[in-house]
């Protein structure tokens, strides 16, 4: 399978866990894209990479989400003393090119805080 | 503010029947607008864009500077086209991020 990747598929955790997703995009992809998507929502953007630099992160809904793509290939996304507010689906997206190219999405992580 | 609404959560309608998922957009620059689909169990996907302007599974749709609105039709739904289709806006410049709007459900029933 050579499209956009994301692990775990499903996470459940307790009110104040430290939690960690995963995303691999397609390999000769620049741009890396997360968002978040919440019941009856459309997804909403949160950070974007172009190679390995963070180019946008005020969208970020707070300070204890972050989010790294260090070699420029896979990125994470933590979230730090989750709340229940963060049960959603994150999901990854990656493009070729900058600006406005298609965007190929991974299966996204559900997350649950309990 | 960009913003970009799609006014029903759910369109139901039967098989041969036609089509129109409504978008409508806030942007204060030039748009590009993409429709996106998510068949059950699957991942979302690009059906298409404006700037293509082709035809993907019979669906088109047309940038209406005019009335802010890019809606997604179709002459004759299919069983198969039963899924959630979310209307997106790319944000200016080379940032190329997506503004979704809240999704149609389209069922089409037999």
């Known amino acids: 399978d050579t499209g956009v990747s994301q692990d775990p598929r499903h996470k459940i955790t307790k009110r104040g866990q430290n939690v960690t997703f995963r995303c691999d995009p397609i390999?000769?992809?620049?741009?890396l894209y997360w968002y978040r998507q919440t019941l009856g929502q459309g997804p909403e953007f949160l950070t974007y990479?172009?190679?390995?630099?963070?180019?946008?992160k005020s969208r970020l809904l707070s300070d204890r989400f972050s989010a790294e793509r260090p070699k420029g290939s896979f990125s994470t996304l933590e979230i730090q003393r989750t709340e229940q507010g963060d049960s959603a689906m994150y999901l990854c997206?990656?493009?070729?090119?900058?600006?406005?190219?298609?965007?190929?999405f991974g299966p996204g992580t559900r997350l649950t805080v309990l | 503010a960009q913003r970009v609404t799609q006014p029903e959560k759910l369109l139901s309608v039967f098989k041969g029947a036609p089509v129109e998922l409504k978008c409508n957009y806030s942007?204060?620059?030039?748009?590009?607008l993409f429709w996106y689909v998510q068949y059950s169990r699957q991942r979302l996907q690009l059906l298409l864009r404006?700037?293509s302007r082709e035809s993907i599974k019979g669906f088109t749709a047309d940038l209406n500077k005019g009335e802010t609105s890019f809606h997604l039709k179709k002459p004759f739904a299919q069983e198969e086209d039963s899924a959630m289709y979310y209307c997106?806006?790319?944000?200016?410049?080379?940032?190329?991020?997506?503004?979704f709007g809240k999704g149609t459900k389209l069922s089409v029933k037999p």
């Open positions: 997206a990656s493009s070729l090119a900058p600006g406005r190219d298609e965007q190929f």
């Open positions: 997106a806006l790319s944000e200016g410049g080379s940032q190329g991020n997506l503004i």
């Open positions: 390999s000769e992809h620049n741009r």
């Open positions: 404006h700037i």
């Open positions: 990479f172009q190679n390995e630099a963070q180019l946008e």
């Open positions: 942007y204060s620059g030039s748009p590009e």
